[in-house]
C-alpha cells in the first residue's frame, strides 16, 4: 500500500436507495454521497494523487478561501499500488501526476474503517464507489461504513469480476483510515 493523501469530508448517512441494512453511514474515497469539504480541483493545491498531503494543506486552504470545517471528517487515504479494470482483472502500476507536488505526510495516528474500490475513468480524481454509488453493499459483505474488511478480499472481488455492470474503470483499492482532526 502507497500513501495516497488526504481529505476532509461530510460523511453522509445511509440513504435510503441503498438497501444495505448492515451500513449505518458511507466512508467511501467517492464524493458522490459524502461530499469532500469542497470543490478542491478548482484551486489546484492538491498532489498528483488528486487528494491532499497533509491536513494542514486542507486547513489552509479552507481559511484561504473561507470554507466552512464544521462537521467534516477527516481520513487519509493508502492505495493499493496497481489498478485493475472492472471486465479485466489483469494488474496493472499507476502512480501520481507528476506535475503535482506529491509528498504525502504519515499521520501520527491512524485507524483503518475499511477497503473502497473507486472508478477512475477519468484519469485523475477518485470517480464513483463500487459499493455505495453502484450498490454492491447490497450483495456484498461490507461493514457499518460501507468498506470491505481487508484488501485481499477487495482483490479477490475484482479478480473475480463481480464489478463488471459497475462504472468503467480503471478502479483502484482504497484502504480508509480516520484520523484526528489536525484543528
Same mark, same amino acid.
Given at each position: ?14 440513504? #435510503? ?25 478548482? +484551486? ?6 488528486? !487528494?491532499?498531503?497533509?491536513? #494542514? ?26 489498478? &485493475? ?8 502500476? =499507476? ?34 464507489? +463500487? !459499493?455505495?454509488? %453502484? ?7 461490507? %461493514? ?18 463481480? =464489478?463488471?455492470? &459497475? ?17
Amino acid at each position: 500500500m502507497i500513501p495516497v493523501g488526504y481529505m476532509a469530508k461530510r460523511v453522509a448517512l445511509k440513504p #435510503d436507495w441503498l438497501k444495505a441494512d448492515q451500513v449505518k453511514d458511507l466512508y467511501s474515497v467517492s464524493g458522490c454521497t459524502s461530499k469532500d469539504f469542497a470543490d478542491y480541483i478548482d +484551486y489546484w493545491k492538491h498532489n498528483g494523487y488528486w !487528494l491532499f498531503n497533509s491536513q #494542514d494543506e486542507i486547513y489552509a486552504l479552507a481559511t484561504e478561501h473561507g470554507i466552512d470545517m464544521s462537521g467534516t471528517t477527516m481520513f487519509y487515504y493508502e492505495a493499493y499500488e496497481y489498478q &485493475c479494470y472492472e471486465d479485466g482483472p489483469e494488474w496493472e502500476p =499507476f502512480g501520481p501526476e507528476k506535475s503535482f507536488h506529491t509528498s504525502v505526510v504519515l499521520p501520527n495516528k491512524k485507524a483503518l474503517q475499511g477497503f473502497d474500490i473507486v472508478s477512475f475513468y477519468g484519469g485523475n480524481a477518485p470517480e464513483c464507489s +463500487y !459499493l455505495s454509488c %453502484n450498490h454492491m453493499a447490497q450483495e456484498l459483505k461490507v %461493514n457499518k461504513h460501507c468498506l470491505l474488511s481487508s484488501l485481499d478480499e477487495a482483490k479477490i472481488h475484482l479478480e473475480s469480476r463481480v =464489478f463488471e455492470s &459497475c462504472e468503467p474503470g480503471p478502479c483502484r483499492i482504497f484502504a480508509v483510515y480516520s484520523v484526528p482532526n489536525s484543528q
